[in-house]
């Protein structure tokens, strides 16, 4: 229902309703200094996960986090109904702490001062309005800064009166609850349509009829140029690609560097229509996963760190992307890959290695053109329920927005 508003004052409440008042940010909240005890346990806050146990975030995410060895002078305690400022909150907003615990001295704890419903400063604090004013506290906005409580008290919070509080918070939870579900079945049916696009991938080589052999004898790998300094200015200048270029089944040339090289240097490192682009490191599960180069920008290089893969004449490259895709494919890049801090990495070797069926160039267009068209319908379904994703999640964002801020009146009971 819509409601009678007014100028807040603010620039990032706008109007809000007449009865609401808004206070400084620190008639409301106060900063938990106490320090913690032997027997706190030791919270993560996460954008996604909100306020965990350590133990329980790494248990759901797979990440290990830098455990704090130095004792409980460098941790805080929290209280639950707490909101603590993590390390990422000028992105993802101020998380509330539901249990109690203790956190690093790195992150700010806000304690309530005076009685309010929790649940709708929990939204409040994550609304994309909110978080945009945060980010206005600083010039200098970085990852891995945290919101300090003088920061925090630079902005005007709303409050309206506990009931209303409780009303909108009860209004977010039954509408975010079905949001939340609709995306968790599109979700689900993302990860079922991208299951069966590589089981229909490897089925497909499985009934091919092919002998074994590996990628050196179908191809040549070319390794990139390798970059260091400004180069003569009296050389020419080429665009090359670096990874953040090549992505899985395409090219980003969004952003393109050059490099000034003679031209004898630059022909070693020419890409062509038809090279299979492959990256030397990454995340494990997309090494040897690349895309095809189309020659879409001509002179093109590619720096050392991207392979280009020159096929022979007894190998299509798109034969090759789909094999690439295939289960034997990922097996072999993931038991081979080197792993380094927080990627792995691949080399020409390896990727010479790879074992590959070999069948005639006409058995491998017909597969190409089987999967194209088979796949091109799965493509499309995740594409729908991707745009479905995201409608949703603007959807809830812009209703918190507008629910905490007033612009619509959630009904209360009086």
Same mark, same amino acid.
């Given at each position: 229902m819509t409601r009678e508003l007014r100028g807040s004052g603010v620039g990032w409440l706008g109007d809000t309703p007449a009865?609401?008042?808004?206070?400084?940010?620190?008639?409301?909240f106060g900063e938990r200094k106490q320090k913690s005890s032997a027997t706190d346990v030791h919270l993560t806050p996460s954008q996604k996960y909100g306020v965990l146990p350590q133990a329980e975030y790494m248990e759901i995410t797979g990440n290990k986090v830098v455990l704090n060895l130095s004792g409980a002078d460098n941790m805080r305690h929290v209280e639950a109904g707490d909101y603590v400022s993590h390390l990422r909150s000028f992105q993802g907003g101020l998380e509330f702490a539901g249990i109690p615990g203790k956190v690093s001295a790195a992150y700010t704890v806000l304690k309530p001062k005076m009685a309010l419903e929790p649940r709708f400063f929990k939204y409040l604090f994550k609304s994309d309005l909110y978080i945009q004013a945060l980010q206005t506290t600083t010039d200098q906005l970085r990852d891995g800064q945290s919101i300090r409580y003088g920061q925090f008290t630079l902005i005007p919070l709303p409050y309206p009166e506990l009931n209303e509080q409780r009303?909108?918070?009860d209004y977010l939870d039954r509408e975010t609850a079905q949001i939340d579900a609709f995306i968790a079945k599109n979700e689900e049916l993302?990860?079922?349509?991208?299951?069966?696009?590589?089981?229909?991938? =490897?089925?497909?080589?499985? *009934? #091919? =009829?092919?002998?074994?052999? *590996? #990628?050196?004898?179908?191809?040549?790998?070319?390794?990139?140029?390798t970059l260091g300094g400004d180069g003569d200015p009296a050389d020419p200048e080429w665009p090359y690609l670096r990874v953040a270029n090549v992505q899985v089944g395409r090219v980003d040339l969004d952003e393109i560097k050059t490099i000034r090289v003679p031209e004898a240097r630059a022909r070693q490192s020419m890409l062509s229509d038809g090279d299979v682009l492959m990256t030397e490191g990454g995340d494990r599960d997309k090494l040897g996963r690349?895309?095809?180069?189309?020659?879409?920008?001509?002179?093109?290089?590619h720096q050392n760190h991207v392979f280009a893969v020159k096929v022979r004449p007894n190998l299509d490259a798109r034969f090759l992307m789909r094999w690439l895709d295939a289960s034997p494919s990922r097996r072999h890049f993931e038991t081979t890959a080197v792993q380094t801090t927080n990627l792995a990495s691949t080399n020409k070797t390896l990727v010479g290695n790879l074992p590959l069926p070999l069948c005639t160039i006409e058995a491998q267009i017909k597969l190409v053109a089987e999967l194209d068209e088979h796949l091109g319908r799965l493509d499309e379904a995740v594409a729908v329920a991707g745009r479905s994703i995201m409608l949703a999640r603007e959807r809830r964002s812009a209703l918190?927005?507008?629910a905490v801020t007033g612009k619509f009146d959630v009904g209360v009971a009086v």
């Open positions: 009865a609401w008042s808004v206070v400084p940010a620190r008639a409301l009303a909108i918070a993302i990860t079922l349509l991208t299951e069966r696009r590589s089981a229909s991938i =490897d089925d497909a080589f499985v *009934r #091919l =009829d092919a002998k074994p052999t *590996r #990628l050196k004898y179908c191809a040549t790998i070319q390794t990139g140029i690349g895309a095809l180069w189309s020659g879409e920008v001509e002179p093109m290089l918190i927005s507008a």
